[in-house]
């Protein structure tokens, strides 16, 4: 068996499309999207995101508090809330669509969309960034946060609210945990997404009114 063509040292067990040529499992795992374009039909990388999907969820379950007190809820703040109603709108619409879209999938969005908000470097472009695959409703969350903004009650000509990178993250990851909570550990399920499409049907109903809370 030939050797891996980057280090020259381990067996080459892993044929790579992308550089037709043979790689180590570890050089394989260590070029992966970085130096190496796989192509997304890769068994490897099929095998590798998956693992890297429980990874991040793992990581942000152990990182965030278990449970909010009411007084520490910033979805309380109706300013705030008007944001998480932007952050979930394009999951609601995505979920209708898709019916196989899981709980799983809405809370990798919302992390993606998280990771971007806190990369954000304005107009300098990031070469590593912008070769990395693109997660669809993530980015649709990207878009919505980028676009909302707050009225306030007593009009006034440029009166309009934007909100703080700080503020952004804060409320990506208090829906987070409304995903972890309301799922009960199956997030191959729809238990989140279920509950977010009979919110929104409520809030439909309430159409008449300007300004519109949500609670998760």
Known sequence: MAKCSKCKQRKG?????????HLCSLCCGLLREKEIHCPQN??????????????????????????ISPEEDILKDERIA???????????????????????????????????IEKDKGLLIILDEANKPKNE????ISQSIDRCRYEKKIIISGNQDIYKKDEKIRCLERIMLSVQFIS????????YLSQLIHRFSKLKELSTQKKLITKS
């Open 137 to 140: 409703i993530g980015e649709a």
């Open 82 to 116: 008007w944001l998480a109603f932007h952050i979930e709108a394009p999951l609601m619409e995505y979920a209708i669509r898709k019916k196989s879209f899981t709980d799983r999938e809405a809370l990798l969005s919302l992390e993606y969309a998280r990771e971007k």
């Open 184 to 191: 009960q550990g199956n997030l191959e399920g729809r238990a």
């Open 13 to 21: 067990k892993r044929y790579c499309v992308a550089l037709d040529d």
């Open 42 to 67: 890769c068994s490897f990388l099929e095998t590798h995101s998956s693992y890297q999907e429980d990874r991040i969820i793992e990581k942000k379950q152990a990182s965030q508090p278990k449970r």
